[in-house]
C-alpha cells in the first residue's frame, strides 16, 4: 500500500510515525516569532532523529473548546518553519490546518500533506489540494473544535463515521485527488464521547475495509486521561498502549507527541505482523 505525498512515496506495509509538532504560543517559547519558530524546526529535527515517517505542522489548537486564530497569526506561525524545514526534513512535512489559504500557503513553502480535520470541506480547499501534489488525510469531526464535545450525538457511531468518510473520498476523487493521495481518519475526540470512541477502536476493521490507509491520533488525548486519569504529560503508556491497538487492528499511520517510545513499540508490532 504505497501513499503519494509531494516528493515522497511511502509504503505504508509498516506502520508509520506521524510526529507532532505545535507552533502555538503555549508550546514553545514566549521569546517571540523567531525564537518559536527555531524552536519548532529543532523539536522538528529531534523527532526525524528519533523515527519519525512524517511530521505534522500546527498553528493552532484544535482541542475542545479551542479558540480559533485568525489567518495571518496561523501564517505567521506555520509558513516560516515549512519554509526552514523544506530545506532540511527528510521525511513528508504535513501542514495542519483546514484553511484553504494556509494550504495554499503551506504547499508553496514545501509542505507535502495537508491533514485537514474538516476534510477539505471549506471553500476552495478541495481545488487547492486537487491543483496540487501532496497527499492529504480527510478527517470525521462532529461540530468544531468550539463545540463539539457539547453534546456528541449519533444513532450507529461507526456506520456513521464511515459513510462520512467514504462520502468524502468520493468527492475528493470526483475533484481529480487519485485514491493513493488520500489517508483516512475517524478523528478521535472530534465530537465523540468516551463510548462512541472506544466503540471507534473496537470496530476500526470497518473502516479499514473502505480500502484506504488510515489515519489514527489518540496521543495523550483526553479519552485516555478518563481511562488512566492524570493529566496530558502523565498518558505516555496510556498512549503507547493505544497506538499498538491502532496499529494491530489496521491504522497505518499514528499521529504522537512521543515519537522515539511509540516507534519502539511499533516496530514490536511490524515483528509480528
Ligand atoms: C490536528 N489533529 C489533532 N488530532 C488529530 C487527529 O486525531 N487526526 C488528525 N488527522 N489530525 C489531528
Do not use: W
Not at 11 to 38: E, Q, Y
Not at 124 to 141: D, P, R, T
Not at 164 to 176: E, M, S, V
Amino acid at each position: 500500500m504505497n501513499f503519494i505525498c509531494g516528493k515522497y512515496q511511502l509504503n505504508l506495509t509498516r506502520p508509520h510515525v506521524m510526529g507532532i509538532v505545535n507552533v502555538t504560543p503555549d508550546s514553545f517559547s514566549d521569546g517571540g516569532k523567531f525564537a518559536s519558530t527555531n524552536l519548532a524546526v529543532e523539536h522538528a529535527l529531534l523527532l526525524i532523529a528519533e523515527g519519525a515517517d512524517i511530521l505534522d505542522i500546527g498553528g493552532e489548537s484544535t482541542r475542545p473548546n479551542a479558540t480559533p486564530v485568525s489567518l495571518d497569526e496561523e501564517l505567521s506561525r506555520v509558513i516560516p518553519v515549512i519554509e526552514a524545514l523544506s530545506q532540511h526534513s527528510t521525511v513528508p512535512i504535513s501542514i495542519d490546518t483546514y484553511k484553504p489559504e494556509v494550504m495554499r500557503q503551506a504547499i508553496a513553502a514545501g509542505a507535502d500533506i495537508v491533514n485537514d480535520i474538516r476534510a477539505l470541506q471549506e471553500p476552495n480547499a478541495l481545488q487547492i489540494v486537487a491543483n496540487s501534489n501532496v497527499g492529504v488525510c480527510l478527517m470525521h469531526m462532529q461540530g468544531t473544535p468550539k463545540t463539539m464535545q457539547l453534546a456528541p450525538n449519533y444513532v450507529e457511531v461507526v456506520a456513521e463515521v464511515k459513510q462520512f468518510l467514504i462520502d468524502r473520498l468520493n468527492t475528493a476523487q470526483a475533484h481529480g485527488i487519485v485514491k493513493n493521495r488520500i489517508l483516512l481518519d475517524p478523528g478521535f475526540g472530534f465530537g465523540k464521547t468516551r463510548a462512541h470512541n472506544i466503540e471507534l477502536i473496537k470496530h476500526l476493521n470497518m473502516l479499514v475495509d473502505i480500502g484506504q490507509p488510515l489515519l489514527v491520533g489518540l496521543s495523550r488525548k483526553a479519552i485516555l486521561g478518563a481511562i488512566v486519569g492524570g493529566d496530558e504529560g502523565q498518558r505516555l503508556h496510556a498512549s503507547i498502549a493505544a497506538s499498538v491497538i491502532s496499529a494491530m487492528k489496521g491504522a497505518k499511520i499514528l499521529r504522537v507527541h512521543d515519537v522515539k517510545a511509540t516507534v519502539d513499540a511499533l516496530k514490536v508490532v511490524a515483528a509480528i505482523q
